[in-house]
């Protein structure tokens, strides 16, 4: 499937709207193909590329110098280990 074709956003507004539109999108996606999973190795594939993303995200100190800010949780003590209360 084709992106739409859309005129690219020019200002910090119009491209943070576009960022949340994209985010949602992909979130919601996301979301229904969780539910769509009905094998452990399916569940373990999924889990295992969602870290992959996050950990070259991480790579490059978008969660923090110390991955603090990791969405999987708080890796300042070595592996991130998920935390109840996020404040970021």
Same mark, same amino acid.
């Given at each position: ?6 005129? =690219?956003? =020019?200002?910090?507004?119009? =491209?943070?709207? &576009? ?13 229904? &193909?969780?539910?769509?999973? +009905? ?6 594939w999924?889990?295992?590329?969602? +870290?992959?993303?996050?950990? +070259? ?12 800010? +990791?969405?999987?949780?708080?890796? &300042? ?8 209360n &996020?404040?970021?």
């Amino acid at each position: 499937m084709k992106p739409k074709s859309q005129a =690219k956003p =020019k200002t910090l507004a119009q =491209k943070k709207k &576009r960022l949340q539109e994209v985010t949602k999108n992909f979130t919601d996606w996301l979301t229904e &193909r969780i539910e769509e999973i +009905d094998t452990d190795e399916d569940c373990e594939w999924g889990a295992d590329f969602l +870290d992959v993303m996050l950990d +070259d995200i991480g790579s490059d100190d978008h969660f923090g110098t110390e991955k603090q800010n +990791d969405p999987r949780g708080d890796g &300042r003590n070595g592996e991130p280990q998920v935390r109840q209360n &996020r404040t970021w």
